[in-house]
């Protein structure tokens, strides 16, 4: 089944929107629930992998379920999605993100306008990103090559992990940590930090296309090898 681009970038937004909903307001309501930061990070996490579950198993056929700017440009580069196509995709992940912090914001009833004061920077942040996406285009294009049926599960428990292993929590996501840097909460990233977590999560997604077209490209069987497999 096909859908038209119109529908695509419908698909994209919502998705987005629901995941930084879910982002910005479980770690609302886990920093209202408790004053224990590790339990609010728990707090936080299985919200967060149960959504992309969700939302990749129902969006995934109408879009992909890329919800990440990082993502579509990995696609772009595996030719899945086209150049023309990937600027109207970002536009509707980086607009569904923005749009679901504030309905985060509304549904808690805080100032639908703000700007975070969370610093998140350094050289181990940005390791981090660059370790957290690549590990999340491992999941994607591993499931691709051998069981696109899981990816939703793959993906959902890469995200569930990666919160827990790096020191950034894994944004591994352009559209996400844009939309993060709108709320002064517990989820939140300072608008001057966002910039070179955007650059390092689209390289490593770039870097994670490379590797993975040389990991899983199997060798050619030779005249022998059919022989012995005779």
């Known amino acids: 089944m096909t859908f038209d681009l119109p529908r695509r970038l419908a698909a994209e937004a919502l998705g987005t ?3 930084v909903c879910t982002v910005v307001g479980s770690g609302i309501m886990a920093e209202t629930l408790t004053e224990d930061v590790a339990l609010a990070l728990l707090g936080n996490t299985i919200p967060t992998g149960a959504i992309l579950v969700v939302l990749i198993t129902v969006l995934g056929p ?3 379920a890329h919800f990440n700017p990082a993502v579509s440009l990995a696609m772009a580069a595996r030719r899945a999605l086209t150049w023309r196509e990937l600027a109207p995709y970002v536009a509707a992940q980086v607009a569904g ?9 509304a549904m808690f009833d805080l100032d639908l306008l703000q700007a975070s004061t969370k610093a998140r920077t350094g050289p181990a942040q940005w390791l981090a990103e660059a370790v ?3 590990g999340l285009l491992m999941a994607i294009l591993g499931g691709l090559r051998f069981r ?14 990666a919160y827990w292993f790096t020191a950034s929590t894994s944004f591994a996501n352009p559209a996400v940590a844009v939309a993060r840097a709108l709320t002064d909460t517990f989820s939140g990233i300072r608008p001057v930090d966002v910039a070179p977590f955007v650059i390092v999560q689209c390289l490593a997604a770039l ?16 005249p022998v090898a059919e022989a012995l497999d005779r």
């Open 148 to 161: 696109e049926a899981a990816i939703p599960w793959l993906v959902g428990l890469y995200i569930t992990a």
């Open 207 to 222: 870097g994670a296309v490379a590797a993975f077209r040389w990991l899983l490209r199997p060798l050619p069987e030779t």
């Open 97 to 105: 993100g923005i749009l679901g912090t504030l309905l985060a914001h």
């Open 62 to 64: 109408v879009s992909g």
């Open 132 to 134: 957290a996406t690549f």
């Open 17 to 19: 929107l629901l995941l």
